[in-house]
């Protein structure tokens, strides 16, 4: 039977509206909670996005789906000396356009990446203060400071031929992006979906399925609805509370592994009235670490665990997952108390009830508008009255930009937590790259001179330890940022698909294949 695939309408109700067209047989979909931004790989640091464009560009390493890091377009790298690396990139490579990768179409994205004012992989490999072409196979990169992290910052650079991008300049090249991974560009419809077919000319494996189309389906049980009809193979996030369904439907099945992704909330630390999401002239609470600690101790997170995630999620006791070398295993979670959340709200003077707006997106975490009405209501027994207000990712994301929040919920999913902590507790300089996720304008300088050095630490011993520094300051004592829970990556998967869910939330369509 011809498969019929998913191009999203205006959402009525709860399943929404949908418009149909044709696909072929051997065709691949996979429904995501969310789209593509841009097709620009340097210009959105942001998971599906990334997700969706490294079906077509490549960086020079990765990660495996153990965690581990793994060379890709890069074949291996040498640390010369503190300011200095080697990397040898592959020979063998052809962009979709049949020309032949070179160093010195390395070189470009590597310096594209690094200090282009409108990248933001800039938090990751801005280090980078020149590369250069030894010979045909290595390049040079020096860096303005010791980046003993370099291999796994070049996750960050996506390959583009540097011809073809400046002869066409980046709007014209972006209406037919050329990368060399294993699909190229048919067609994107912005937010809504990518169009792919498989590069016959692909340096590595050939993919088993030759089409393959990304499609945006924003409400959960519209993708279950899709998964469970055969419309879609895979869906991303099923929602907890559609498992059995899915388990019992005999025609798909959830595959499950623990994240890295922390969903966190967090509050204002810039402004001491005024705050966007409280009225004019009130003063803002959350200057003050004790009013954050007493947040964070009214929230029963293992009731959100159990009951809103229905155990799909890890109770979180600090910001970085197990699996990153920032984890400090000595570190307990703040016990659930309400009578000591009321003490510290006092000992501040804050006077009750305090009046604000939580936002949160409704369509970008695994139940994060039902998360965020759950924090509200455990709030209100410390004296906080809060409007929750949801909004799709698109509305959301620029909301923070545009500094209009008090408190939000959010989620950060990386391995690397110098690269986290550059983006989201460091003070924000936007020259040097830094800070640029920190929207509540969190800023110490010791904690930046702790970031500073644990980035330029050889030795993964102190590298850790200064971590662990930094994180205490920060988090322990500050509490930029409350942890909520680590969720689980869930996908519902095709009885005729062979799929294994990455713990880093990635899907691509070259890991899956037929049955």
């Known amino acids: 039977m011809m498969k019929r695939v998913w191009r999203i309408g205006v959402l009525l109700g709860l399943l929404g509206c949908i418009v149909w067209s044709s696909a072929q047989d051997d065709e691949l979909v996979i429904a995501f909670q969310g789209g593509a931004v841009t097709i620009d790989p340097h210009g959105r640091n942001e998971t599906t996005t990334l997700g969706w464009q490294r079906h077509i560009f490549e960086p020079l390493t990765f990660f495996a789906p153990d965690g581990s890091l793994i060379p890709v377009l890069a074949t291996s790298w040498e640390n010369v000396d503190d300011l200095t690396w080697h990397v040898d990139i592959r020979t063998d490579v052809l962009f979709h356009d049949g020309t032949l990768m070179t160093p010195e179409d390395v070189v470009f994205s590597m310096i594209r990446a690094a200090q282009d004012p409108n990248s933001q992989m800039r938090g990751g490999i801005g280090q980078v203060a020149e590369a250069n072409v030894l010979d045909e196979d290595t390049i040079e990169v020096i860096t303005s400071s010791p980046d003993p992290l370099l291999p796994r910052n070049l996750e960050r650079v996506a390959v583009i031929p540097k011809a073809l991008f400046e002869a066409q300049g980046v709007d014209t090249f972006l209406q037919n992006p050329i990368g060399t991974g294993p699909y190229t560009y048919v067609s994107w419809l912005t937010g809504d979906n990518l169009v792919l077919e498989a590069f016959p000319d692909y340096w590595g494996e050939q993919p088993d399925f030759q089409n393959v189309r990304l499609v945006n389906i924003p409400n959960g049980a519209t993708r279950v609805a899709a998964l469970l009809s055969g419309e879609v193979d895979i869906a991303e996030k099923v929602l907890p509370q559609d498992f059995e369904r899915v388990n019992n439907s005999g025609v798909a099945t959830i595959s499950q592994t623990p ?58 006791s600090q910001f970085d997952p197990i699996t990153n070398e920032g984890y400090n295993p000595s570190i307990e979670r703040l016990p659930y108390d309400l009578e000591a959340a009321r003490v510290l709200l006092e000992e501040a003077g804050v006077e009750t009830p305090v009046r604000l707006r939580l936002d949160a997106p409704n369509d970008r975490y695994l139940n994060d508008a039902l998360i965020a009405q759950a924090v509200a209501g455990m709030l209100a027994d410390i004296g906080f009255e809060i409007e929750v207000n949801t909004t799709p990712r698109a509305v959301f994301f620029p909301q923070l930009n545009d500094y209009d929040f008090t408190m939000f919920l959010a989620g950060w999913g990386s391995s690397n937590t110098v690269q986290s902590m550059r983006n989201l507790m460091h003070t924000r300089d936007e020259d040097a790259g830094l800070g640029g996720s920190n929207r509540i304008r969190h800023g110490n300088p010791e904690v930046d001179a702790f970031i500073a050095a644990a980035g330029s630490a050889f030795d993964p011993a102190e590298r850790q330890q200064i971590l662990w520094d930094a994180l205490d300051l920060a988090q322990q004592q500050g509490f930029a940022y409350i942890p909520l829970h680590y969720e689980n990556v869930i996908a519902g998967v095709s009885n005729d698909v062979d799929y294994t869910a990455r713990y880093n939330e990635y899907i691509f369509a070259a890991e899956a294949s037929r049955k």
Not at 273 to 301: H, L
């Open 259 to 316: 994240g890295q992704r922390v969903i966190y909330l967090t509050m204002d630390y810039g402004r001491d009235v005024s705050s966007a999401g409280m009225a004019e002239g009130e003063p803002n609470p959350f200057m003050d670490p004790r009013v954050r600690q007493a947040v964070y101790q009214a929230i029963n997170i293992e009731a959100i665990v159990s009951r809103v995630m229905g155990g799909a999620a890890t109770v979180a």
